[in-house]
């Protein structure tokens, strides 16, 4: 168990230090498109009313200077391939901005102020937006990899505090089993020898009943559960049933979202602890969207969100694996941190399954029907 923690520790810093490489990355990119910007703008200034080409040709020189160093710098720090290709292109097409602008700085000297406009407005614009288009392109291939990269390592942790609890699981029948194997004639002597030890005793007492395990009950609970999924008949029930989980999970919220096997945008089609004008309200949430229930949707993995000190609780977003694909996400806002407990992650994951099993129906049909689908089961 303490290696498996220790494994799971080491997968969320290397998560926490791509984060950080990913935020740097994505602020640079920042940088160098501003970059680009006052460079367009800077050129155009040559033949502008009011404006000196004198002034900017300096400018626009240092500008250019610099965004192909930003371009340059970016693409040692890419940690993928697309985006390093995308940042080769983006760097070639600074580098035909200065070939444009030195020969618009060639008609202006000839006093061909004409062809100098139409060179600074048609190639020269059209360079430097392609440039910061390949920078754009850069950054999203970025956010791609992180995505894979995050998901990998939680599985990785996942399969290890599995193997681990396993294990650990497998050592203790294994004892349970070695104790049981001890010869029936030593336990008979035994107890003879205690009984002739033993004080006479007033009155006999009847022995304390052994306690409960204390994970009996939760999976009781999981078991019922499990079994009522397997008996859903519409939407009330499916409620009523989300009402235990989350009382097992110790959450004071489910949502259900479902989308489609060809990847259609989540929606909401079943919550406990939320009002129903919350939950009509609530959008639908695209697969390539920048949160929780739409991660756990596109990697099929699960997303664990941390609760913060003193403000917002934390979350576990489950997906639903169907044979076909994902077709959707339960998430679960956990009470007092329980989310990076395992027992609840574990939970959280069985019912998952035993929704996607149940919903595996509704989710064949097209995004703006699977809604009422849902709701018939």
């Not at 009522?228 to 949502?255: E, H, M, P, T, W």
């Not at 403000?311 to 694909?325: C, D, F, I, K, M």
Request: proline residues 5%; negative net charge.
């Amino acid at each position: 168990m303490a290696a498996s923690g220790y494994l799971a520790f080491h997968a969320d810093k290397q998560i926490s230090e791509r984060r950080a490489l990913l935020r740097s990355f994505e602020s640079s990119a920042r940088d160098a498109g501003t970059a680009l910007s006052e460079l367009r703008a800077g050129q155009q200034a040559y033949v502008a009313a009011g404006q000196g080409a004198a002034f900017w040709m300096p400018k626009v020189a240092t500008l250019a200077e610099a965004a192909s160093q930003d371009v340059d710098a970016l693409r040692t720090t890419a940690q993928s391939t697309e985006a390093r290709s995308a940042l080769m292109d983006a760097s070639s097409s600074v580098t035909e901005f200065s070939n444009v602008d030195k020969r618009a700085r060639d008609y202006l000297k000839s006093n061909q102020s004409l062809m100098a406009a139409d060179v600074i407005f048609t190639e020269g614009g059209e360079t430097a937006s392609a440039a910061a288009k390949q920078i754009d392109v850069a950054a999203m291939h970025e956010h791609e990899a992180f995505d894979r990269f995050e998901a990998a390592q939680k599985k990785a942790a996942l399969y290890a505090i599995g193997g681990g609890a396993g294990i650990a699981l497998l050592t203790l029948l294994l004892l349970a089993g070695s104790g049981a194997s001890e010869p029936a004639e030593t336990s008979a002597l035994i107890l003879r020898r205690m009984e002739d030890d033993a004080p006479a005793a007033p009155s006999a007492v009847a022995p304390a009943p052994a306690p409960m395990p204390r994970s009996q009950p939760h999976l009781r609970a999981a078991a019922a559960i499990c079994t009522d999924f397997a008996r859903v008949r519409d939407v009330a029930d499916l409620r009523n049933i989300l009402a235990r989980a989350a009382d097992a999970l110790d959450a004071s919220g489910l949502v259900v979202w479902l989308g489609t096997t060809t990847g259609g945008n989540l929606r909401p089609v079943a919550a406990h602890g939320y009002p129903q004008q919350l939950l009509d309200r609530m959008p639908s949430i695209p697969k390539s969207a920048d949160n929780a229930a739409a991660a756990a949707y596109r990697t099929g993995s699960m997303q664990i969100v941390l609760a913060r000190p003193g403000g917002q609780s934390g979350a576990l977003v489950a997906p639903l694996l169907a044979p076909e694909g994902c077709i959707g996400s339960l998430t679960a806002e956990i009470k007092s941190g329980g989310e990076s407990s395992d027992a609840v992650q574990f939970l959280a994951a069985i019912f998952a399954a035993q929704l996607a099993t149940v919903l595996a129906a509704s989710a064949q049909a097209e995004p703006a029907d699977v809604t009422a689908k849902a709701a018939s089961l």
